[in-house]
C-alpha cells in the first residue's frame, strides 16, 4: 500500500487521522484492535479518531460478531466532506457580517487615545497584514520583502491579489537595489531605494493612524502604536526620504 500520508496532511489530517484514515481504507475488515495494532497509537485515541473519521462521512462500520468492523467509504467523499465545511463556512460568515457592525462599535468606543499592540509569530503577522487592508496606503521604511520569506508565496499571492482589488498603493523605501528590482509585485506599487549601508531585519510600517516596527526575524515580532500625532510624524520622516531619495 503506497502511503498517502503527505497528501492527507496537505488537505489538512492531522498525523493520527492520516494513519488511521490509511489502515482502514487499506483493510477490508479493519477491527478496532487491528488498526490500534497498525498504528501503534493507545487504543483510546484511536476510537477518537474513527469516531470523527465516521462522522466526516470517511469511514462506515458494520457489526460481525459483536465486534464493529471499519471500512472507508470512497474517497470522493473527501471532497463532498470539503463542500460541506465550506457551506458552513458561509453561512457563519453570513452571520457574523450581521453582528459585525455592532462589535466594531463595542471595538472603537473601548480603544484608547494611544493603544499599543504586540503581534507574535507567522500567525500574527498575518493577522496584521490582514488588517492593513482596510487602509488604502501602506508605507514601509527598510522594506525588504521578509512577509514572503515567513508567510510563504501561496499566502501572499492570495494577499497581494486582496491588495490590487481594492487598488491599495504600497509606498516602498527598500533596503536593497536588487529587491527592488524584481519585486514580487507589479501593480499599486512603487519604491526608493536606501543607499548600501542601510539594512536591518527591522522595518517600520505606517498605514493610517498606525505606526508599526517589524522585526523579521526569530522570533517574529511586531509592536504596533496606534495614535494619530505619532503616525503622521512618522509619514512626515517617510515623505522627506522619500524625495531624497529620488523618483522611480
Sequence with gaps: ??????????????????????????????????????????????????????SKGLVTYFTDNKRKIYRATHPKNI?????????????????????????????????PEFNARI?????????????????????????????????GREWWDLWDRKRVARKIWWHDIITAAFLAKNPPMKKYYEYRVLPEEFGSPNVILIFGDRLVNLFWGEP????????????????HYFNYLWKRLGKK
Design 79 to 111: 471532497l463532498a466532506y470539503f463542500d460541506q465545511q465550506q457551506n458552513d463556512i458561509e453561512k457563519k460568515k453570513e452571520l457574523f457580517a450581521q453582528g459585525l457592525p455592532e462589535l466594531v462599535k463595542q471595538y472603537e468606543a473601548s480603544k
Design 1 to 54: 500500500m503506497g502511503s498517502n500520508k503527505e497528501l492527507l496532511s496537505r488537505i489538512g489530517f492531522s498525523d493520527g487521522e492520516g494513519k488511521v484514515y490509511e489502515v482502514i481504507m487499506g483493510s477490508e475488515n479493519a477491527s478496532l484492535q487491528y488498526v490500534h495494532e497498525q498504528t501503534g497509537m493507545e487504543r483510546r485515541n484511536v476510537y477518537d479518531i474513527i469516531n470523527k473519521l465516521v
Design 220 to 235: 517574529l515580532l511586531a509592536f504596533e502604536i496606534e495614535n494619530k500625532e505619532i503616525s503622521e510624524n512618522y509619514l
Design 119 to 151: 503581534y507574535r509569530g507567522k500567525e500574527g503577522i498575518k493577522a496584521l497584514f490582514n488588517e492593513m487592508l482596510d487602509y488604502k496606503d501602506h508605507y514601509f521604511i527598510g522594506g525588504n520583502w521578509g512577509i514572503v520569506k515567513y508567510a
